[in-house]
């Protein structure tokens, strides 16, 4: 018998929000999507959180531009604070070395760090989500119950046909979704929600392609001053 | 020390498994400890005992869990070499400690010995694992 799980819904009992950020597709902007909203939040005076649950492919700290992340121990580990968010990646054991691992051993390392983590009281945790629906993403789902899905799409007609699929798989699992937020709109006139009839779920808005993102990425002063930023901060302002 | 985590875990985890066995009273707890996350027996025995007192309606005494540390072994999935990692205290401080938290983050600092490639598995004494419960109905 696995006892870690008999704690995990322990470690995140006084979180009163946990916001899943997927979308099916990689490279669709979910990390930044993520980092972005908890860091809005946080600046608005909330409690915020951040896990990286990409453990294959962990950025969200490229994002925030820090890579000293030294979690405290008590009764567990304590996440380190970064710009007032409490952030939990696999980088602060990792140490910025590389690693490969399967599915099984992937499962194993999400549960363990959910049983020892002490999130304490949050308003709203933030989780970025891998690509695609494989071990973690499955996981994520059993371990974190009380999770809602924040859904990203490009308006690509690969990225929103990858997306749809996860959103069914997710209403056959009885998962709340949030909404579909669209991400690096490039044209005026045309926009994700035309391509969303017969879809029973909210359409929570565009955010255009800021080609000043890149620049402003590892810069938290910075990246909350860009356009992208400030039309997430609208699209966040809806579903909060 | 982050022991109380996963002494907590164990804890809770048999009280659950008590209860829906119908045990009344629990007589022994097998609990595994895999040799990889180097748990410091006496720091989780000292957490063991503190976390019962927080549970008394179905009092588990510390004699009751039974704690066995396992020996790890580690297989290639390329070239399917098993080895054992012997000393764990000639791996760098952080590494060590990281794999104390998290035991799949060797994948970042070892290799397989046999053909270089980081895709093993940890085959046994990984962590901790409740082998068995007994009591009384
Ligand atoms: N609206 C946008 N405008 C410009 N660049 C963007 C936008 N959204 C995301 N990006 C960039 O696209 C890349 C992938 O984003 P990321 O958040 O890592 O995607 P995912 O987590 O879905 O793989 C990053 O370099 C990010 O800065
Ligand atoms: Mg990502
Ligand atoms: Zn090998």
Redesign the pocket.
């Known amino acids: 018998m696995d006892p870690r799980l008999s704690v995990i819904d322990r470690r995140l009992e006084k979180i009163e929000n946990i916001i899943a950020v997927s979308g099916g597709k ?1 490279g669709i902007g ?2 930044i999507v993520a980092a972005a909203s908890a860091l809005i939040l946080a600046k608005n005076g909330h409690r915020v959180g951040l896990l990286d649950l ?1 453990f294959c ?1 962990p ?1 969200a700290h490229v994002i925030l531009g820090t890579d000293k992340l030294y979690p405290e121990e008590e009764k567990g580990i304590i996440p380190p604070k970064v710009n007032g968010i409490s952030f939990m990646s696999i980088i602060s054991f990792t140490a910025g070395c590389p690693w490969a691992l399967r599915g099984s051993e992937v499962s194993n390392a999400i549960t363990e760090l959910l049983a020892i983590t002490q999130w304490g009281m949050l308003d709203y945790l933030f989780v ?1 989500m ?2 695609g629906l494989g071990d973690p993403a499955l996981d994520a789902i059993r371990l974190i119950k009380r999770m809602k899905y924040l859904l990203i799409a490009t308006p690509s007609k690969v990225t929103l046909d990858v997306m749809k699929k996860e959103l069914q798989v997710l209403e056959e699992l009885n998962m709340r979704i949030i909404g579909i937020l669209e991400n690096m709109k490039r044209k005026e006139n045309e926009s994700l929600s035309s391509k969303l009839d017969g879809l029973k779920v909210s359409f929570l808005g565009s955010l255009d392609y800021d080609p000043h993102l890149e620049e402003a990425i590892g810069n938290v002063p910075e990246l909350l001053k860009t356009g992208f930023a400030r039309q997430l901060h609208e699209a966040v302002e809806k579903f909060i | 020390m982050h022991e109380w985590a996963l002494a907590e875990a164990v804890i809770v985890a048999a009280r659950q498994e008590a209860k829906k066995q119908n045990i009344k009273q629990i007589t022994k707890v097998q609990v595994k400890i895999g040799e990889l996350q180097q748990i410091d027996l006496d720091v989780f025995k000292f957490a063991l005992e503190n976390i019962q007192k927080i549970y008394d309606d179905l009092p588990l005494d510390e004699n009751i869990i039974d704690l066995e540390v396992e020996s790890n072994i580690l297989k290639c999935k390329v070239c399917g070499k098993e080895w054992e990692l012997q000393d764990l205290t000639h791996l760098k401080e952080d590494e060590s400690e990281a794999i104390h938290f998290i035991p799949e983050t060797a994948h970042a600092f070892m290799r397989c010995p046999g053909c270089g490639t980081p895709d093993f598995e940890i085959v046994k004494g990984r962590g901790v694992w409740i082998q068995s419960i007994e009591g009384v109905l």
């Open positions: 990689g979910k990390s990409d492919g950025c970025d891998p690509p």
